[in-house]
């Protein structure tokens, strides 16, 4: 299934239905007096959490949603059916934008959750409902009224609970790969990782959900390389794993580039607390390892951990200082249908 985390849609409610003029006409019966019904109500639009769901791409196909329109009223008093309501079926943690990508209309954290959308117009009176004791012969009724209808974009934001960042190549897909079940891409060349992933990890009993985007360089904030569109799969996470590859040139730079990036984008990711690691250490001689380590020390203002993705060296410590974050009750508790799989226990 591809992954799609951004659709605009069109959706319009249903028109009511328009009321009736009749009188009733019946042998034998001397006075029939008036007998229109009432139009019925137009559908609405209702957006619903689905469960199971990770992506947008029912959207990429199909773009335009329109609910039934009201039945109009009939002789006899009958009123119109009620219109037929249209929902679309989202992910947890999908976001409703006006069309100026900008005015947040809602926001869906919860599976099962329902958000009318726009509700149908209400049918018009047939002439039955204005008969009164001085008006015993009405020959008016009302017009249905119309349904709602606009542009919306949907938004998805995936639900983690701790999201790693970094460089291309820093040996996130790796890291991803060894602590849980998940199955990204790896390989030798930059921008791997073309589309967000989640992966279920279990450290020492506790089970959160993990979220790997792809790298990051100078300049992602204006468009280069993939950009930071997919910065937004992070922002619900409480807490950001920051890879530094121990094979880059200068360490410190590199952790900085990245940190602008996160700046420039906003989001409050700069105000997240970050676990900052020293990748790949197992690649680089002791002297190198040291430098590389002092250098990211100075630009990060912390000790770094020292791991290895490739051999494991230092990933329980990593895992159970993002647990001790998280603490007992993850955000993502239903993020895990999406990640699939077993976890690794640490």
């Given at each position: ?51 199971g769901l990770n992506t947008l791409i029912d959207y ?133 990782t073309l589309h967000p992933q989640l992966g279920v ?146």
């Open positions: 299934m591809k992954f799609l985390d951004e659709a605009k849609v069109y959706i319009r409610s249903g028109d009511g239905g328009n009321g009736c003029v009749a009188f009733r006409r019946e042998k034998f019966i001397e006075f029939g007096g008036p007998s229109g019904g009432n139009g019925g109500r137009g559908g609405n639009v209702i957006i619903e959490v689905a469960d990429r196909y199909q773009q335009h949603f329109k609910a039934q329109k009201g039945e109009n009223g009939m002789g006899s008093d009958r009123h119109g059916a009620n219109g037929k309501n249209i929902v679309l079926k989202v992910p947890v943690g999908t976001q409703i934008f006006d069309e100026d990508r900008e005015t947040l209309i809602h926001d869906f954290t919860k599976v099962g959750e329902k958000f009318v959308l726009a509700e149908g117009g209400n049918g018009g009176f047939g002439n039955a409902h204005f008969k009164s004791s001085t008006n015993r012969a009405p020959r008016n009724a009302n017009p249905g009224q119309p349904g709602e209808e606009r542009w919306i974009w949907l938004r998805l934001k995936l639900i983690a609970d701790a999201g790693l960042v970094g460089m291309p190549n820093a040996g996130k897909s790796t890291f991803l790969s060894k602590v849980s079940a998940a199955r990204p891409k790896i390989a030798d060349y930059p921008f791997t990890v279990n450290a020492d009993g506790r089970e959160f959900v993990l979220a790997d985007i792809p790298g990051l360089i100078e300049g992602a904030h204006e468009g280069t390389g993939l950009g930071d569109r997919f910065l937004g799969h992070v922002e619900r996470c409480r807490v950001l794993l920051h890879l530094i590859d121990a094979t880059c040139e200068h360490a410190g730079k590199a952790y900085k580039t990245v940190r602008k990036e996160l700046d420039a984008y906003g989001g409050q990711l700069t105000d997240k607390i970050e676990i900052v690691a020293l990748n790949k250490i197992d690649a680089v001689e002791p002297d190198e390892l040291k430098k590389q380590k002092d250098r990211l020390k100075r630009a990060a203002k912390k000790t770094p951990l020292l791991i290895s993705g490739a051999t494991g060296q230092g990933v329980k410590e990593a895992l159970r200082a993002l647990a001790d974050v998280i603490g007992e009750s993850p955000v993502s508790a239903k993020a895990k249908s999406a990640a699939e799989a077993e976890p690794w226990s640490a």
